[in-house]
């Protein structure tokens, strides 16, 4: 016998559609805020959204007679007839997410227009209106979803841990955040505040308070207009990448999607940029005509099709080559013009580039690191220095993996570092020695990593470990995501000998830290680790864990950094210790050699 389908029933399958999980449910909210005009917006969670949602915005709020129709299937105050479709520019329009969460939910509305006298507040539960009565509250809307799933306990089943759950809802609610920077956003998980953004416009801003100010401070600015289309954004130099696309963002026309076409026009611009299996950072927020986008492929919404994928994907990569050849551009053309041949590796020398390529971020300041390069008489010796080290550069392999450099360390020593007569160093960065045959400059950052790399690991295999106590703790601001998956990290750098706690916002404090590293060693451990965090877990394999190393080596001494003799003196002992003193972790050259002959060539005593 064929039945029709009563009201409830039709209205819980097709919710099952569209609501899946929480984070699902706070989409829909938050668009609707979006769409209402809001300038703030606050998200707030309990139990990873199951047990309490409850979304805030000061937007138009609902005329006080149209309330109850908002939780009507189909019902839209954004699309009148089918051929609005074709040009989408509002987030919802399938008028259907209310009358969908109503059907899983139980929710409250409480709402005013800026004309009502009072706001409204509305009760419906299993899509039957509970109450509906005048209510005092702000311009505005608030909508609370309590007990998701209460009514399809099976489906309760289908969700993952509260944690997890958070973590979804966090993370779109950051990525929504981003690509609208004129909005606040006020993310709460529990009684923790997660972030809050300014919504003063400024994307790098947002970028800092919603994933911490490290990852921000090695973006480039990508800009780039078309008749059709536009880029903004910021991406990676290419000397800071991550193991997988966790923090591409990006957003087309206002909305946060996820594009294979994007990804592959990013990919392609750092073709020759990065190795397989490292991925830049991206936040790339594109426009372009509507009627190019097809928004309406996947109920969710998350898929886009564009008219015209070659193109769109063209656009992507010229937009982020263009940006990271501007950077590459100040090293090479300033030697270029010194006539002296260069490869075209991006030269480390420089003040962090994105000085001055950041075109529309003025209010963000970044301090260069290094000194300037001592000018005028000494031009000489440092084109010579420059040239040198990238022949040197040329000829060694650009990144060699670690375990194909511990290939070599059997190799007898050509000569050892402590033995060397060290003179003193020029511009900071090059420790000058000599022997009876042979003068050297000595990488003082590459040298330093060396020594860092292999005391490191030394270290972290050690069964024992010790810790040492801060005079002054540290204290880390990390992406909220940290937070919500602590359990997957927290023991592991307990075990290693922190000690660490959480101080809430979003911040850890480290009273004590692992004896084998100096503070500042152990500070850039964590900061790498949390600047990569996928949700993941501590390294334990030694392919990861020689990758956080590494990268936290860029704690090492800087070129630019003032060392003593007696700590050059130091540094080569140390050197000497190490298993592999020739180059650093990366596959780069820590001593320079010349013999004596090639120094009596070069002044033409000898042909
Ligand atoms: P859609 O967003 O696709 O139109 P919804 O079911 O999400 O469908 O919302 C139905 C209607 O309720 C919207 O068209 C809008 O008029 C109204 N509405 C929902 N949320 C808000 C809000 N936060 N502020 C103002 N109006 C809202
Ligand atoms: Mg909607």
């Not at 022949?391 to 060694?396: I, M």
Request: aromatic residues 8%; charged residues 30%; hydrophobic residues 40%.
């Amino acid at each position: 016998m064929i039945k029709i389908l009563d009201k409830r029933t039709a209205d819980k399958i097709a919710a099952g559609e569209v609501i899946d999980r929480p984070v699902s449910i706070i989409k829909e909210l938050v668009e609707n805020s979006i769409d209402a005009g809001a300038t703030s917006i606050t998200v707030e969670i309990s139990n990873g959204g199951k047990s309490y949602i409850r979304v805030t915005d000061n937007g138009c709020g609902i005329p006080a007679d149209e309330v109850e129709l908002a939780f009507k299937r189909h019902a839209t105050s954004k699309i009148s007839d089918v051929s609005d479709l074709d040009s989408i520019y509002t987030l919802g329009f399938r008028g259907e997410a209310l009358a969908s969460i109503c059907a899983v939910a139980r929710v409250e509305v409480m709402t005013k227009t800026e004309d009502a006298k009072a706001g409204r507040r509305v009760i419906v539960e299993g899509s039957n209106i509970l109450e509906n009565a005048g209510f005092g509250c702000p311009v505005g809307t608030t909508i609370t979803v309590r007990d998701l799933f209460y009514n399809i306990p099976a489906r309760l089943k289908f969700l993952a841990s509260d944690a997890a759950e958070a973590r979804r809802i966090i993370d779109m609610i950051s990525k929504i955040a981003l690509s609208y920077p004129d909005i606040r956003f006020k993310m709460i998980n529990g009684n923790k505040h997660v972030f809050t953004t300014t919504g003063k416009g400024i994307i790098l801003n947002n970028i800092v308070n919603i994933y911490g100010a490290d990852l921000s401070k090695d973006l480039i600015a990508v800009d780039k207009k078309t008749d059709r289309f536009s880029i903004k954004g910021f991406v990676s130099n290419p000397a800071y990448s991550l193991t997988s696309r966790i923090r591409q963002i990006f957003c087309v026309n206002g909305r946060v999607i996820s594009s294979s076409i994007i990804e592959r026009g990013l990919e392609k611009a750092y073709k020759e940029r990065l190795f397989q299996g490292r991925f830049p950072v991206a936040f790339l927020f594109i426009s372009l005509p509507p009627e190019e986008v097809d928004v309406n492929v996947h109920p969710t919404k998350k898929e886009i099709r564009f008219d015209d994928n070659a193109e769109v994907e063209d656009f992507v990569e010229s937009a982020v080559r263009e940006a990271l050849a501007r950077t590459e551009a100040i090293p090479s053309a300033k030697i270029r013009e010194e006539n002296i041949p260069v490869s075209k590796k991006q030269e480390p020398q420089v003040a962090k580039p994105i000085e001055k390529t950041r075109v529309s971020e003025p209010k963000f300041e970044y301090k260069p690191e290094r000194k300037s390069i001592p000018q005028g008489e000494q031009v000489d010796i440092k084109k010579l220095l420059s040239y040198i080290r990238k022949e040197e550069e040329k000829k060694v392999e650009p990144v060699k993996p670690e375990a194909e450099i511990k290939q070599e360390i059997k190799i007898a020593r050509p000569f050892e570092p402590a033995s060397l007569n060290i003179i003193g160093s020029v511009f900071n960065t090059y420790i000058l020695a000599y022997d009876e045959n042979c003068f050297y400059m000595v990488d003082q950052h590459a040298a330093h990593e060396r020594v860092f790399y292999e005391k490191f690991k030394a270290q972290y295999e050690a069964i024992d470990k010790v810790a040492q106590q801060l005079l002054i703790p540290l204290n880390f601001n990390v992406p909220s995501d940290v937070v919500t998956m602590e359990d997957s990290w927290l023991p592991k750098v307990i075990q290693m000998g922190y000690s660490i706690e959480y101080f809430g916002n979003n911040t850890y404090m480290v009273r004590e830290v692992p004896s084998f590293m100096t503070p500042y060693e152990a500070e850039s451990f964590l900061r790498t680790l949390f600047t990569e965090f996928k949700g993941g877990k501590l390294p334990d394999n030694q392919k990861l864990l020689d990758r956080i190393i590494m990268n936290s080596c860029k704690a090492a001494i800087k070129g630019g950094d003032n060392i003593s003799l007696d700590e050059m003196n130091a540094l080569m002992m140390q050197l000497s210790a190490c298993e592999n003193p020739f180059s650093c972790p990366h596959g780069r050259p820590v001593f320079v050699k010349m013999t004596q002959y090639e120094i009596e060539k070069m002044f033409k005593r000898v042909q």
